[in-house]
């Protein structure tokens, strides 16, 4: 059974930074796509960020990009988000989904809700100005 674990959430202040974690476990994978989604609240779940385990291939949010940066730690099986230059708007519950087993996805469609069929149980952030 495949689990997705996210720490990492805190309250901070606006222009600090914070990094997530998503540990995942339960699968024989090795190349698939992980990604992190936000949900303020009454919002729509967003993509923030999303990352290919094999060939490491990055996509990003317009909102995020230069601010937000996703790695992975293979030998952890851990996929990070590190965020700086934190603002108010960054303020949700911050979701790390995967899909497995591993399908290609354009980059449009590794930030689509849609395309994930594993998620975790999600991590606070909020931001005050």
């Known amino acids: 059974q495949v689990q997705l674990v996210e720490s990492g959430g805190a309250s901070v202040q606006a222009g600090g930074s914070l990094r997530l974690s998503c540990a995942a476990s339960g699968y024989t994978y090795s190349s698939y796509y992980v990604a992190w989604f936000r949900q303020a609240p009454g919002k729509e779940r967003e993509g923030v960020a999303a990352?290919?385990?094999?060939?490491?291939?990055?996509y990003y949010a317009d909102s995020v990009k230069g601010r937000f940066t996703i790695s992975l730690d293979s030998a952890k099986n851990t996929v990070y988000l590190r965020m700086n230059s934190l603002l108010p708007e960054d303020t949700a519950m911050y979701y790390c989904?995967?899909?497995?087993?591993?399908?290609?996805?354009?980059?449009?469609?590794?930030?689509?809700?849609?395309?994930?069929?594993?998620w975790g149980q999600g991590t606070q952030v909020t931001v005050s100005s």
């Open positions: 990352i290919h385990t094999g060939g490491l291939s990055t």
């Open positions: 989904a995967a899909r497995i087993p591993p399908i290609r996805l354009t980059a449009v469609q590794a930030l689509n809700i849609m395309s994930y069929n594993y």
